[in-house]
């Protein structure tokens, strides 16, 4: 006679045995790296396929400029940083001032970040925009428009060179850091402004340019997504 394990009949008062489900795939939570939002690493990057020959060798010209001001800007906020903290633990640990060198380095590492922050800014292309007016004018009026801004800028930067210019002649003082290559002084720290503005000039030039290739050969480049503030 045959039991239940060899498939025979099963007794009346016996219940079923359970059917043959595959057993369900183990939940795993999910990595909270991951699910956060997307960094810029992951994000797609923007490319620009419609870019021409002259297009591509001014922006590659563009992205080195911004990849030695970013640069020099990692060295200076970390020459800030580690000077002043030096100084502050100098004199409440040690109760030792430092002299007044580190005065230069924070001072003018400070008005020097400012100033090349707006370069790396424009060569981001986020220094001006206007997007209250963009949202209502189509892809190729945008196009215009960006030409228009940056003209303006560049404008704007004519009159940073010559104040600038003005200030380093009529600056005052007479310390100077003397350092192994060069020395700072306050004209030094000054003339920052001016070179400053120059560079945001030369950056809206090549953005310029491309975007009146652009318009030349009747394409458009991609944009950037909108925000909905």
Known sequence: MSGPADGGDKPADQPPEPLDVPPTRKYEAPDASAAAAPSASTAPALTFPDDGAFAA?????????GAAEQALLFVLLSAVVLVAAAAALSDKLAHHQLGRWWHYIVRGGTFSIAMFGAVFASFQQRH????????????????????????????????????????????????????????????????????????????????????????VRGKLPPERARSGH
């Not at 060798?57 to 400029?65: C, E, H, P, Y």
């Not at 290559?181 to 070179?195: A, N, Q, W």
């Open 128 to 215: 001006l925009a206007m997007d209250l007016v963009s949202r209502r004018l189509s892809p190729r009026g945008r196009l215009v428009l960006a030409v228009l801004l940056e003209l303006f800028t560049i404008g704007i930067a004519c009159f940073v060179i010559q104040s600038g210019l003005h200030q380093r002649e009529v600056v005052g003082g007479q310390e100077s850091l003397d350092l192994v290559l060069f020395k700072i002084t306050d004209k030094t720290i000054v003339s920052t402004m001016p070179l400053g503005a120059a560079l945001i000039i030369l950056h809206c030039l090549l953005h310029l340019s491309i975007n009146v290739e652009y318009l």
């Open 57 to 65: 060798g001014v922006r590659k010209l563009d992205n080195l400029l």
